[in-house]
């Protein structure tokens, strides 16, 4: 392993509970718009989605370093939670694109409770001790 590594250790455990803390306050703003409010998805709340996809691919990326260079987590199921919790808001994205019927606040909802659920399991799977 080399120098980097406790870095990216770090970062990955800070970018985790960043990211699910991000992630569930866009599941509040999805139910405050699609619930209470009755609204649809805006540019601005899309771009927070697609900014979000970006901190999930980051933190994947981290991930897999240190798993190139040899790192494990605790649990090898963390691998696989990790990837769920990447691709859970993009599958979302695509079916609120391509729905003839406007489902968007429904499907980031969905897509949002996913992602946090298996981020809340993929930290609990992936540290030592």
């Given at each position: ?27 509040g ?10 609204g ?7 771009r ?7 901190v ?7 991930g897999?370093?240190?798993l ?6 605790h ?32 499907s980031?909802?969905?897509g ?18």
């Amino acid at each position: 392993m080399g120098d980097w590594y406790p870095l990216f250790r770090d970062l990955h455990f800070w970018i985790s509970r960043l990211a699910l803390a991000a992630g569930l306050v866009m599941l509040g703003l999805s139910i405050y718009i699609g619930l209470i409010r009755h609204g649809d998805s805006t540019p601005w709340f899309r771009r927070g989605v697609y900014a979000m996809v970006a901190v999930m691919a980051i933190e994947a990326l981290i991930g897999l370093a240190m798993l190139a260079a040899g790192g494990r987590p605790h649990e090898d199921v963390h691998l696989i939670y990790g990837a769920g919790a990447v691709l859970a808001l993009p599958f979302f994205i695509f079916v609120e694109r391509t729905a003839t019927k406007r489902p968007a606040m429904g499907s980031y909802i969905w897509g949002f409770g996913l992602m946090a659920a298996i981020m809340l399991r993929a930290i609990m799977t992936g540290a030592a001790g």
